[in-house]
């Protein structure tokens, strides 16, 4: 494939995909990282046919190297996840808005850690990233069935895990 192209699709799904990264492990720098890999792997693997599935075969080269990431550097997480929340303030809003805001971000993630990786995968590539059903099943290796089964699932883990965390509190 030719430099323009590679450029093309840096600068169409950087953005989509550090941010599903990110959600993922969340911490910016390893996202960053991530997506410099996945994109690297690009312009060294990618071939012109893969040119129509680019978006469905970068979120699959992004999520092989976060699973890779992830069993690596496991013990690190933690400390990282509490690090990045601790600079997220936003100063824009109330304090009650701030704290509100901060306590259902932190019951999603909560929930979200809760989740096996492959409804935490599904979810976020389709709800965050909208990513078609087509783009899943070519993403994730699944035909339709399971994709639709799967998310089906996810979503309905999510739910009651939430419900469940509003019970506790």
């Given at each position: 494939?030719?430099?323009d192209?590679?450029?093309?699709?840096?600068?169409?799904?950087q953005?989509?995909?550090?941010?599903?990264l990110?959600?993922?492990?969340?911490?910016?720098?390893?996202?960053?990282?991530?997506?410099?890999?996945?994109?690297?792997?690009?312009?060294?693997?990618?071939?012109?046919?893969?040119?129509?599935?680019?978006?469905?075969w970068?979120?699959?080269?992004?999520?092989?190297?976060?699973?890779d990431?992830?069993?690596?550097?496991?013990?690190?997480?933690?400390?990282?996840?509490?690090?990045?929340?601790?600079?997220?303030e936003?100063?824009?809003?109330s304090p009650?808005?701030?704290?509100?805001?901060?306590?259902?971000?932190?019951?999603?993630?909560?929930?979200?850690?809760?989740?096996?990786?492959?409804?935490?995968t599904?979810?976020?590539?389709r709800?965050?990233?909208?990513?078609?059903?087509?783009?899943?099943?070519?993403?994730?290796?699944?035909?339709?069935?399971?994709?639709?089964?799967?998310?089906?699932?996810?979503?309905?883990?999510?739910?009651?895990?939430?419900?469940?965390?509003?019970?506790d509190?």
């Open positions: 494939m030719r430099r192209i590679y450029a093309e699709l840096f600068k169409q799904y953005s989509s995909l550090h941010l599903y990110y959600r993922m492990c969340g911490s910016q720098e390893t996202a960053e990282e991530l997506v410099q890999e996945t994109f690297y792997r690009a312009m060294v693997s990618m071939k012109a046919e893969h040119a129509n599935y680019a978006r469905a970068l979120y699959k080269v992004a999520r092989h190297l976060f699973i990431w992830y069993r690596k550097y496991r013990g690190e997480i933690q400390m990282s996840r509490e690090m990045e929340q601790q600079g997220a936003n100063t824009y809003r009650e808005e701030v704290l509100t805001a901060r306590e259902r971000t932190l019951r999603i993630q909560q929930v979200m850690k809760k989740l096996p990786e492959q409804y935490r599904i979810l976020l590539l709800e965050m990233n909208e990513l078609s059903y087509n783009e899943l099943c070519e993403i994730l290796d699944m035909n339709m069935n399971q994709v639709k089964v799967t998310l089906f699932r996810a979503r309905e883990r999510f739910k009651v895990e939430m419900l469940q965390m509003k019970g509190n």
